[in-house]
């Protein structure tokens, strides 16, 4: 497996709050993804990023921003989370067509 | 827009027993198909991939898939089911670059569980 770590791995929150995750890789890979998980809807991409500063929106970008300052971390963030953003985070790199998953983290918004 | 379809949702078998799980896509032109496997609390890992070529994919731990194009399918197939076979399974599809794909973008079943009764 890639090496790919996500912090942190549990998080609670309130509404309104904001939160970050970060996802850091040690494999020089380009692309790097951000993916929500939720039960009945598989894996849903968020944004990802093609290059340092450089990110794209996916299906569900709304409520999250996303940057990349170093090839090595991608961070997401949500300025005020919701409880429609509980739900199990996973980052992603690729190399090629291949995607590689972290160890998640699930965010829990009272 | 493309879509992947994965047709059932909560599998229940007994060990030994043959496993078939289902999966069909939008996409009508060529694509990347594959299999990820999520065992409990633990994220998903690559059980197999088809890009080209033989359309019957061998990947990890005994499992196949076969790629049907006129079907739009990439069925997942194992003789023989084990308890440590559960888990939850997401087919997942992406567009190569040079046919209007993002680079690596994952479009995903709603995923299938898989409960093996030992």
């Known amino acids: 497996d890639a090496g790919i770590t996500q912090s942190p791995r549990h998080k609670v929150t309130e509404t309104g709050t904001p939160v970050t995750l970060r996802c850091h890789q040690t494999?020089?890979?380009?692309?790097m993804y951000w993916y929500r998980q939720d039960p009945g809807h598989g894996l849903r991409l968020i944004h990802y990023?093609?290059?340092?500063?450089?990110?794209d929106k996916g299906e569900v970008s709304d409520g999250y921003s996303v940057s990349r300052s170093k090839t090595e971390d991608f961070l997401l963030t949500l300025e005020s989370a919701t409880s429609s953003q509980t739900s199990v985070y996973f980052c992603?790199?690729?190399?090629?067509?291949?995607?590689?998953f972290g160890p998640g983290t699930r965010l829990t918004v009272l | 827009a493309q879509s992947v379809s994965q047709h059932n949702h909560h599998v229940i078998l007994s060990e030994a027993a043959s496993l078939e799980l289902g999966c069909n896509y939008s996409?009508?032109?060529?694509?990347?198909l594959f299999w990820y496997v999520q065992y409990p609390g633990q994220h998903l890992q690559l059980l197999l991939k088809?890009?080209?070529?033989?359309?019957l994919v061998k990947g990890i731990k005994g499992f196949e898939a076969e790629f049907i194009k006129s079907k739009f399918s990439f069925n997942l197939r194992k003789p023989s089911v084990q308890w440590s076979d559960t888990a939850e399974y997401f087919c997942?599809?992406?567009?190569?670059?040079?046919?209007?794909?993002?680079?690596?973008?994952?479009?995903f079943g709603k995923g299938t569980k898989l409960s093996v009764k030992p």
């Open positions: 992603a790199t690729s190399t090629g067509a291949l995607q590689f």
């Open positions: 494999e020089n890979h380009r692309y």
């Open positions: 990023s093609y290059g340092v500063k450089d990110t």
């Open positions: 996409y009508g032109g060529t694509v990347n």
């Open positions: 088809y890009f080209s070529g033989d359309p």
């Open positions: 997942a599809v992406n567009l190569p670059m040079n046919y209007g794909g993002s680079q690596g973008n994952l479009i």
